[in-house]
């Protein structure tokens, strides 16, 4: 597999753990397991919302929570712009606060010069 460069945007953990169905897949989450990010413009709280979510082997989406609102906008406009931007699994803690559970980091592909 070929190398690719990256950088590092923002690590942070993920957002609204408690609202949704994070515990319903923590025990199928690894440490380097990528999520997949899902923009919400109709989101009512934040119109640069972004679901974190994870997808099972089988295919079935899990929403786990979202990216923290000051990280949003961001992203966002890295996202709409066509630049690579990923979700990686950095920490995984089943026996803390529900907000400190799941950490991650977001990470933009660099091109090949």
Request: aromatic share 8%; hydrophobic share 40%; net charge negative.
């Amino acid at each position: 597999m070929e190398k690719r460069d990256e950088k590092v945007l923002n690590e942070f953990y993920v957002a609204g753990v408690k609202f949704h169905h994070l515990m319903d897949c923590i025990d199928e989450i690894e440490t380097g397991d990528c999520l997949a990010l899902r923009l919400e413009p109709e989101n009512k709280y934040d119109s640069n919302a972004i679901a974190i979510e994870f997808v099972r082997g089988d295919g079935s989406v899990v929403m786990t929570g979202y990216v923290p609102r000051k990280f949003s906008a961001q992203t966002t406009a890295k996202i709409t712009v066509g630049k690579a931007v990923f979700c990686e699994v950095t920490e995984i803690n089943k026996g803390a606060k529900p907000w400190e559970r799941l950490k991650v980091a977001l990470k933009e592909v660099i091109p090949s010069e």
